[in-house]
């Protein structure tokens, strides 16, 4: 996952929403499409845009819309904001892409560590940190480091 | 369309400290450090929930 992608997973659980990554493949009559993000609680898809990458699938992300207009589906900045569209298609320019999201980026030292697990866990994980007004994220962080305690805790048992 | 998905990738920023203790756990017990998590997340749901932790 690349950082503008970390940032924009950030905003979006601040707000309260997970996110799946690159969940599902679209065929388009023309190759295939893998939108960045799915959203369950909002039933979009997104791509988040950097800077450039958006502008070189640019074709790609019109003929998808074309050909999936049921899909809920969004063009967004790393910070959220939506890219507008010209006449119902995207005209994305390398040259006035914002690039204040790169300010936004953690300056403490965190690593990225990212997994693959399972819907149902997921959802379980979830309603936790919803229970305990925390985002997805704080709640795996907890979950972890109480485990991992009590792994410690219980080799001390063993070797008492 | 969530129930088709089966597997969430799921990303997230931790400590440096948190980080090396997962690549220790991972090193011991011969798995990878995915593997590791998804085993403790799972276990912890295992178990009976007491007060929500």
């Given at each position: 996952?690349?950082?503008?992608?970390?940032?924009?997973?950030?905003?979006?659980?601040?707000?309260?929403?997970?996110?799946?990554?690159?969940?599902?493949?679209?065929?388009?009559?023309?190759?295939?499409?893998?939108?960045?993000?799915?959203?369950?609680?909002?039933?979009?898809?997104?791509?988040?845009?950097?800077?450039?990458?958006?502008?070189?699938?640019?074709?790609?992300?019109?003929?998808?819309?074309?050909?999936?207009?049921?899909?809920?589906?969004?063009?967004?900045?790393?910070?959220?904001?939506?890219?507008?569209?010209v006449g119902?298609?995207?005209?994305?320019?390398?040259?006035?892409?914002?690039?204040?999201?790169?300010?936004?980026?953690?300056?403490?030292?965190?690593?990225?560590?990212?997994?693959?697990?399972?819907?149902?866990?997921?959802?379980?994980?979830?309603?936790?940190?919803?229970?305990?007004?925390?985002?997805?994220?704080?709640?795996?962080?907890?979950?972890?480091?109480?485990?991992?305690?009590?792994?410690?805790?219980?080799?001390?048992?063993?070797?008492? | 369309?969530?129930?088709?998905?089966?597997?969430?990738?799921f990303g997230?920023?931790?400590?440096?400290?948190?980080?090396?203790?997962?690549?220790?756990?991972?090193?011991?017990?011969?798995?990878?450090?995915?593997?590791?998590?998804?085993?403790?997340?799972?276990?912890?749901?295992?178990?009976?929930?007491?007060?929500?932790?």
């Open positions: 996952m690349f950082e503008s992608e970390q940032i924009f997973v950030e905003h979006m659980e601040a707000k309260g929403k997970a996110l799946s990554y690159i969940p599902i493949s679209f065929k388009l009559s023309k190759g295939t499409y893998r939108p960045d993000f799915y959203c369950p609680d909002d039933d979009t898809f997104y791509e988040v845009d950097a800077g450039t990458t958006a502008y070189y699938k640019k074709d790609k992300l019109n003929l998808f819309e074309n050909e999936y207009p049921d899909i809920k589906f969004k063009v967004v900045t790393p910070g959220g904001q939506e890219i507008p569209k119902g298609r995207y005209f994305l320019s390398r040259t006035k892409m914002d690039k204040s999201w790169k300010e936004k980026l953690p300056t403490n030292k965190s690593l990225f560590f990212g997994f693959l697990v399972s819907n149902e866990l997921y959802e379980k994980i979830a309603s936790m940190a919803k229970k305990q007004s925390r985002s997805v994220s704080s709640m795996v962080r907890v979950l972890i480091k109480k485990e991992l305690k009590e792994i410690k805790e219980e080799e001390i048992e063993e070797t008492n | 369309m969530k129930k088709q998905i089966k597997l969430i990738y997230l920023r931790i400590e440096e400290a948190l980080h090396a203790k997962i690549i220790t756990e991972a090193k011991k017990q011969d798995r990878s450090a995915s593997s590791v998590v998804r085993r403790i997340l799972t276990k912890h749901f295992s178990r009976p929930q007491v007060d929500g932790l």
